[in-house]
């Protein structure tokens, strides 16, 4: 229901099966795919420190759907990620999962919905990249709080799948920011969520593995899955993407497909940028900023 068929050819990247299926997070997804959005934000305001941040916000993401949230820096980006997850509280709306207020579900019934990739990956303690992948699936365990064969295995798969099995046995603290980002997404795999949220995924990651992270995101969202991804780099957004949302000021200021979204206007008014912009071979917006006080 999410992708219509003409939107494809702009988006070579979700032509491609879900071969995946099998991997550690085939699991809950397909079922829900043309039901509510699996993701809702309905007007939703935060104030911090006495400042307004958000002032409203409405925003789905749909079974299916890969959604890219862009804006200037401090413009509520992490903060709107944070209410979805109940770390930062809502003083106006709300937000649902599932079509289920998520003030109305326990924190580890959330967990098991929602997997967040956080800006910030660092972690204070010297854990093995395989035992950070394996709190993944802490939502999941049973009362004692045993992981199962099973478990091990999915945290096993997620690694693989993230094409970074060889990390599995190397701490955190001695790998480089691009390598935690994606032991990070591994994580996010294992807790095998229907909804995924993510926070610059790919801020310190190397022109390749950006493009294996969005169309990991993109396999993700053709097993029924909905991704909501924070990003600062409008090229792969717009190729990797079904919608843009541009958040401005606490505010969406535009949203919708990316060729409807990225133009010089917009540019102007989010980003306070002078910008030309054109279209590639397959219709993707390719932004060239000119410069940034001419408007
Ligand atoms: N705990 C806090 N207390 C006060 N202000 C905050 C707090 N966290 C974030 N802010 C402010 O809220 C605004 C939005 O922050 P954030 O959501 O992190 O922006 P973004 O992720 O879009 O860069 C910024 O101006 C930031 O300084
Ligand atoms: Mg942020």
Request: with cysteine; net charge neutral; aromatic share 2%.
């Amino acid at each position: 229901m999410t992708r219509a068929g003409a939107e494809g050819a702009t988006h070579p990247a979700t032509a491609v099966p879900p071969a995946q299926s099998g991997g550690p997070a085939a699991g809950p997804a397909a079922a829900s795919a043309g039901s509510a959005p699996l993701l809702r934000f309905e007007g939703v305001a935060v104030a911090l420190g006495g400042r307004p941040v958000l002032r409203g916000v409405d925003l789905e993401v749909a079974a299916g759907e890969v959604v890219g949230l862009l804006g200037p820096n401090g413009a509520g980006k992490t903060t709107l990620l944070r209410v979805a997850t109940r770390v930062a509280h809502a003083d106006a709306g709300r937000v649902l999962v599932g079509g289920r207020d998520v003030a109305s579900i326990s924190r580890a019934a959330l967990a098991r919905e929602v997997a967040v990739v956080p800006q910030d990956t660092q972690l204070p303690f010297p854990f093995r990249a395989a035992e950070v992948v394996l709190m993944g699936r802490a939502p999941h365990l049973g009362l004692l709080g045993f992981e199962s064969e099973d478990d091990v295995e999915r945290a096993r798969a997620a690694l693989a799948r993230v094409g970074i099995a060889h990390l599995a046995d190397r701490s955190l603290l001695a790998l480089s920011g691009g390598e935690r980002q994606l032991v990070t997404v591994a994580r996010a795999l294992a807790q095998d969520p229907r909804v995924l949220l993510l926070d610059e995924p790919t801020a310190f990651l190397d022109l390749r593995h950006r493009v294996e992270v969005l169309e990991l995101l993109r396999a993700l969202a053709a097993e029924g899955r909905g991704v909501l991804v924070v990003s600062h780099d409008l090229g792969l957004a717009a190729r990797f993407c079904d919608r843009i949302a541009l958040l401005a000021e606490g505010r969406i200021a535009r949203v919708g497909p990316p060729s409807a979204v990225i133009d010089p206007a917009a540019l102007r008014q989010v980003f306070g940028i002078d910008a030309q912009v054109v279209a590639g071979p397959d219709g993707t917006p390719i932004v060239l900023p000119r410069s940034a006080s001419g408007c």
